[in-house]
């Protein structure tokens, strides 16, 4: 078998095991070997037991967010326009969105995410873009639970795009992390009506 193939065959039960345990965490490794069109004998050649393809899935699942970190361009614009490319990069990994909100999380991603997060929210608070006013850990709460309310939508509504699931959750987060602008002074008005 060569190097190619055998990165494939990997690949191909990383993706499968992704997609069954976000739908269920307690899959067993048949179900994930015959979602990989791979016998459950191949599927223990690469990985030996439940916890090094879980270990796997993890590294494959850090590796992912920072592909969409690049993707992002988080160097460009303003904090809170590359906070929202990323939010739009991280609602298409998809099912691993599921297993970043489940416990199969795991530590590994949730340091990534708030590193890339973390600098990403400061930069918004240093140029004005993200409200001040908001934590960077209040932001990152809020960030995830509506990414998650959206996918959420998303399988619960399987008339409803993509596309527009993805346009509500940026134009929400964008609505709640937007300073406020100061309210127009209105005009002191005399006992005459007059304006002064």
């Known amino acids: 078998m060569t190097s190619g193939t055998k990165n494939r065959t990997r690949q191909a039960i990383l993706d499968a095991a992704i997609d069954l345990l976000a739908e269920n965490p307690g899959c067993s490794l048949g179900d994930i070997a015959a979602a990989a069109q791979v016998g459950r004998t191949t599927l223990h050649r690469y990985f030996a037991e439940r916890a090094d393809l879980l270990a796997a899935v993890a ?38 969105l599921s297993l970043i909100f489940s416990e199969q999380g795991g530590e590994c991603w949730e340091s990534q995410d708030e590193r890339l997060l ?36 998303l399988g619960e509504r399987p008339d409803s795009s993509r596309h527009d699931v993805l346009d509500l959750l940026i134009r929400t987060l964008s609505n709640s992390l937007t ?12 006992k005459g009506g007059q304006s002064q």
Request: aromatic share 8%; proline share 6%.
């Open 118 to 153: 973390g600098d990403v929210i400061e930069r918004g608070h240093r140029d004005g873009s993200i409200d001040g006013g908001l934590p960077s850990e209040w932001i990152l709460s809020v960030l995830w639970s509506q990414m998650y309310a959206a996918w959420s939508y």
């Open 59 to 96: 590294i494959e699942g850090g590796q992912r967010l920072v592909r969409a970190a690049r993707l992002a361009e988080l160097d460009r614009g303003t904090g809170g326009e590359a906070l929202m490319r990323l939010c739009r990069e991280y609602f298409d990994l998809g099912p691993l």
């Open 179 to 190: 300073p406020r602008q100061p309210a127009a002074a209105q005009p002191v008005r005399n």
